[in-house]
């Protein structure tokens, strides 16, 4: 008998403490329902990407010298540089045709940093889906083409990323895009010292 009833105590304390234990869940779940959803609402709402970020690549086919630099340090060789010899010793390549198949490209910037003329340029452009896959074959026209700019567009709401915010603040929807984001700024940073 006793070992009965210490069994039904056992059991009703179990239960009391699975009931403690689900209400203190259920409160920390209805107290998230109060918090403002962190969701960026896509495509009303679109974060700006950082001023480093490596999209789609810009060309100035006016600067390009048909050295194939970036060809060679890209990781697929993927820039097709179509050129001619020149009249002359000193103009010894006539550039005909640039282009950059973004269906293959990796988006590491590696043509961007060597670039000898700096006719290449990465831009904040990401969305470049495509139903037939050879309309990502970009040429020197459409890799001249403008980015287009997210704080631009006047249907978007531009959001700043985590990196961008304002001290203490980890939502984008609270802070004014103007505000100045937290730390110094690039150009606040002093130019490293270079030992030689
Ligand atoms: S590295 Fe620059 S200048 Fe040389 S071919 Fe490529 S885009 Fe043109
Ligand atoms: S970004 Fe990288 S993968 Fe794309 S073309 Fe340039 S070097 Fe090649």
Not at 78 to 89: H, N
Not at 100 to 112: E, L, S, W
Request: net charge neutral; hydrophobic share 30%; proline share 10%.
């Amino acid at each position: 008998m006793l070992g009965f009833l210490r069994q039904v105590g056992d059991y009703t304390r179990d239960t009391v403490d699975a009931a403690r234990n689900i209400a203190q869940g259920l409160s920390v779940t209805f107290d998230h329902l109060q918090r403002r959803p962190i969701t960026i609402q896509y495509p009303y709402e679109k974060l700006i990407p950082s001023p480093r970020y490596r999209g789609r690549i810009h060309y100035e086919i006016d600067k390009c010298i048909a050295c194939e630099v970036c060809v060679k340090v890209c990781p697929i060789n993927l820039p097709i540089v179509d050129y001619e010899p020149g009249p002359t010793k000193k103009i010894s390549k006539v550039l005909r045709h640039y282009s950059i198949d973004f269906g293959v490209c990796i988006f590491c910037a590696n043509c961007v940093e060597y670039c000898p003329t700096q006719c290449l340029s990465m831009t904040e452009e990401y969305e470049l889906t495509s139903f037939d896959r050879h309309n990502l074959n970009y040429d020197s026209v459409a890799l001249g083409r403008l980015p287009t700019a997210i704080k631009a567009d006047p249907s978007v709401r531009p959001l700043r990323e985590l990196a961008e915010l304002p001290k203490g603040e980890l939502d984008p929807h609270n802070v004014p895009v103007n505000q100045p984001a937290y730390g110094p700024q690039p150009k606040q940073v002093p130019n490293p010292t270079i030992l030689s």
